[in-house]
C-alpha cells in the first residue's frame, strides 16, 4: 500500500485546513448530492428517460463523501493502532476508487452531449439503454481495478504517477467535446437559444470542473514525481490541489440544473417548493414531461 515519504517539518496549519474543507464537504457535499438524488428520482417515478451517467456520477460523489466522515471522526479519536492505520489506507483506496469513476462518467456526460449535438440522427437511431449500462458496467469494473492495483503500490511515488496519469488521460477527450459542440451549435438553427444555452453550460460545467479541480493535483503529481522536492511550500500547494480535488462533488449536483428547462422546472422537483409558491402538481408534471419527451433528438437526457 503506498504510502507519503517522511517530512521535516511540522503540518498543523495545512492539516486544520484540509480538515476545514472535509467538514464543508460534509456539511454542503451531503445534502446537495442527496437532493440532486431526490430530483433524478423523480424524473424516473415519471417515466422518464434514466439519466444514468449523472446517476452514477452522484454514486461515485456518494461513495467518496461517506468515506470522509471516516476520516473526519478518526482525527477526535486520538488512537493509532495498526488496524485503524491499515484502515484509513483502504478508506483513501475507496476515495480515489470514487475519483476515478468519477472521471470516467463526465467523460461519458460530455460525449453524450457531443453527440446529440455533433451526430444527433446517429445518436437518435442508436441510443440504447443496453450500452449505456454496459458503459456504466465497465466504468466501475475499471475503477474497481484500479483501485486494486493502487491498494499494492507501495512506492509513493509510483503511486502519484498512475494517479495522475489517469487523471490526464480525459483531458484531450472532454476539450474535443467541448469545442466540437460549441462549433456544431452554432451553424444549428434547429435548436433554440435557450437549448444552446443549457447544451453549452453542463459542457462547460464539466470542462471547467476537470479543469479547476483535477488539473492542479494532476500537474503537482507530475512535479513532485519528477522533481521530488518536499519542501513545506510544495507541501501547501499539494494540500492545496489534493483539497481541489475534494471539492468535485460539491459542484456536481449542478448538472441536474442543466437537466430542466429552467429554474422553475428544477424548483419544481421538490413538493415544499410547489406548496409554498403554489404551483399546480398536474401542471408541473405535464410541463416537465413535454420538455423532457419533445424533440428527443437534440434533448439533453443523460
Given at each position: 500500500?503506498?504510502?507519503?515519504?517522511?517530512?521535516?517539518?511540522?503540518?498543523?496549519?495545512?492539516?486544520?485546513?484540509?480538515?476545514?474543507?472535509?467538514?464543508?464537504?460534509?456539511?454542503?457535499?451531503?445534502?446537495?448530492?442527496?437532493l440532486a438524488c431526490y430530483a433524478l428520482y423523480r424524473l424516473i417515478k415519471a417515466d422518464h428517460v434514466a439519466p444514468l451517467y449523472v446517476i452514477n456520477?452522484?454514486?461515485?460523489?456518494?461513495?467518496?463523501?461517506?468515506?470522509?466522515?471516516?476520516?473526519?471522526?478518526?482525527?477526535?479519536?486520538?488512537?493509532?493502532?495498526?488496524?485503524?492505520?491499515?484502515?484509513?489506507?483502504?478508506?483513501?483506496?475507496?476515495?480515489?476508487?470514487?475519483?476515478?469513476?468519477?472521471?470516467g462518467f463526465m467523460v461519458c456526460i460530455s460525449l453524450e452531449r457531443y453527440l446529440v449535438v455533433a451526430h444527433p440522427l446517429w445518436y437518435r437511431y442508436r441510443r440504447n439503454l443496453k450500452y449505456t449500462v454496459l458503459t456504466c458496467i465497465f466504468i466501475w469494473l475499471f475503477s474497481v481495478i484500479y483501485a486494486v492495483i493502487d491498494y499494492n503500490i507501495e512506492v509513493y511515488r509510483t503511486f502519484l504517477s498512475v494517479l495522475a496519469t489517469l487523471f490526464l488521460l480525459p483531458f484531450p477527450f472532454l476539450l474535443f467535446f467541448y469545442v466540437s459542440s460549441r462549433r456544431a451549435l452554432k451553424s444549428t438553427i434547429s435548436i433554440s437559444v435557450a437549448e444552446k444555452n443549457r447544451i453549452l453550460g453542463a459542457l462547460a460545467l464539466v470542462f471547467g470542473i476537470y479543469v479547476v479541480l483535477y488539473l492542479p493535483f494532476t500537474f503537482m503529481a507530475f512535479f513532485l514525481v519528477i522533481s521530488n522536492i518536499r519542501t513545506y511550500t510544495v507541501y501547501c500547494f499539494m494540500a492545496v490541489a489534493r483539497s481541489?480535488?475534494?471539492?468535485?462533488?460539491?459542484?456536481?449536483?449542478?448538472?441536474?440544473?442543466?437537466?430542466?428547462?429552467?429554474?422553475?422546472?428544477?424548483?419544481?422537483?421538490?413538493?415544499?417548493?410547489?406548496?409554498?409558491?403554489?404551483?399546480?402538481?398536474?401542471?408541473?408534471?405535464a410541463e416537465t414531461r413535454s420538455t423532457l419527451s419533445t424533440g428527443t433528438d437534440i434533448q439533453m437526457r443523460i
Open positions: 500500500m503506498n504510502g507519503s515519504s517522511s517530512l521535516n517539518f511540522t503540518t498543523d496549519y495545512v492539516d486544520i485546513f484540509e480538515e476545514t474543507v472535509a467538514w464543508i464537504i460534509l456539511s454542503i457535499g451531503l445534502p446537495a448530492i442527496s456520477l452522484l454514486l461515485s460523489d456518494l461513495v467518496q463523501i461517506i468515506c470522509r466522515i471516516y476520516f473526519v471522526s478518526q482525527k477526535h479519536f486520538g488512537v493509532h493502532s495498526p488496524e485503524l492505520i491499515k484502515a484509513r489506507l483502504i478508506f483513501l483506496v475507496i476515495v480515489r476508487f470514487g475519483l476515478v469513476a468519477s472521471l481541489m480535488v475534494r471539492l468535485s462533488p460539491l459542484v456536481d449536483p449542478f448538472l441536474y440544473i442543466f437537466m430542466r428547462k429552467g429554474a422553475r422546472d428544477t424548483l419544481e422537483a421538490f413538493p415544499c417548493f410547489r406548496r409554498v409558491f403554489g404551483w399546480s402538481t398536474t401542471r408541473s408534471d
